[in-house]
C-alpha cells in the first residue's frame, strides 16, 4: 500500500533505540482517510477467512482496527490494559512487557464478547517484538476462538516480530515495512 | 438517532452510582456500522462550522472521534493520557478528575496538532459532569483554536454537563439522551 509507505517516508522521525515517531498520522494525531484506506487493505487480505471478530489493545490499535472493523462489518474488541468499573469478574487476562513504557502491562478482554464460536483478525498499529501480539494470541487461546490471522500497519522488521509469531502458522500481513540501517530507516 | 437509542435500550445496563454499562457496543466491544452512523450524525450537525480538527481524549473517544472525523475529513487528535517517549516538551497540558478511576488524569496535545488557524470540534462518548471535555476545552483554549461545538453519544442528563459548558457558548449534541429515576434508566 504505497500511501502508508510515502506517509512513513516523509513524515516519520527516527528517534534512536528503535522508536519510530508517527505521530501526525498514525498515534496521535490520526488521518481519517488514510485510516479507512488501511482498513479496507488489512480487511481484503483476510477475505477468505470469514473473520466474526477483530481483536486490538488499546490505545493505538484502537485507530487502524475500528477502519479493519468497518471494511469487514464485524464488532471490534479492544483488550483494555486497566480494568474498567465496567468489566465482569472472570475476564480473559494475559501479560505482555511494555515496549515504551517499561514494566509489565495487563491485557483484558470480557468472555461476553469473545467465545470459542468466533474468528478472530487481530490487528495493531505497530509489529515490533511480537510480545504484545502474542499476549492477545493468549487471550484468543483462553475463549477458544479460531486465529484468522495477524495485520498490521507497520513492521519494524528489525525487532524480529515476524519470526516470534512464525510458531503460530497464521498470515501474517503488515502494510509498510521498516528496516533500520545505521540508524537510517528503510520504507518499503 | 433512532439506532443508538434502541441499543441503549435494549443492551445498556445500569450498574448504579450512575454507572451505564455499554461495553457490548460503545467501549469495549464495538460495533463499526454502528460507530459509522453515530459520525456521520455528529458531523452533520457541525456542518457549517468549517471544522479543521476532531478531538478526543485518549481511551473511549477514539471510536465516535474517528468516525466524526472520516465524515468531515478532517485529522482527528486525541489527547494521551500518558505522555508517549515521543511528544516534545512543551505539549499543551489539562487536568480532569477521573470519574471512573478517581484521582486525577492528565491530558496532553502536541502543539505539534494544534494551532490559532484550528477550528475544533471536541468528541466523546460519553458526556457527564463535563469535567473531561472542559479540560479538552482549556487545552483548546491554551492552543487559541476556535471552538465549534461539543458532540457527544450518550449525555447522562441527570449529571448536568450541558449545564457545567453552558458558559461556552457553542452548540452542544448528543445522539442520545439518558435520565435517570428511580434507578432505572430512560432514553430518549
Do not use: W
Not at 498514525?26 to 477467512?49: E, K, V
Request: charged share 15%; glycine share 6%.
Amino acid at each position: 500500500m504505497n500511501t502508508i509507505v510515502e506517509r512513513i517516508r516523509s513524515q516519520a522521525t527516527y528517534l534512536g533505540q528503535g522508536i519510530i515517531k508517527v505521530d501526525s498520522f498514525i498515534n496521535h494525531q490520526i488521518d481519517p482517510d488514510l485510516t479507512t484506506a488501511m482498513g479496507i487493505d488489512l480487511a481484503r487480505h483476510f477475505d477468505a477467512c470469514s473473520v466474526t471478530k477483530v481483536i486490538t489493545a488499546e490505545v493505538s490499535g484502537i485507530a487502524p482496527a475500528l477502519a479493519t472493523a468497518q471494511a469487514l462489518h464485524v464488532p471490534l474488541v479492544y483488550a483494555r490494559k486497566h480494568r474498567p468499573i465496567t468489566m465482569s469478574p472472570g475476564f480473559y487476562l494475559s501479560e505482555a512487557p511494555s515496549h515504551t513504557k517499561g514494566g509489565i502491562v495487563q491485557l483484558m478482554i470480557s468472555p461476553e464478547f469473545l467465545s470459542a464460536q468466533d474468528r478472530v483478525l487481530l490487528i495493531d498499529d505497530f509489529l515490533a517484538t511480537g510480545t504484545t501480539i502474542q499476549a492477545l494470541v493468549q487471550i484468543v487461546d483462553q475463549s477458544g476462538a479460531h486465529l484468522c490471522g495477524i495485520g498490521c500497519v507497520i513492521e519494524k522488521v528489525f525487532e524480529h516480530g515476524r519470526k516470534t509469531l512464525a510458531h503460530l502458522n497464521v498470515p501474517i500481513v503488515s502494510l509498510a515495512k521498516v528496516e533500520l540501517i545505521q540508524d537510517k530507516l528503510f520504507v518499503s
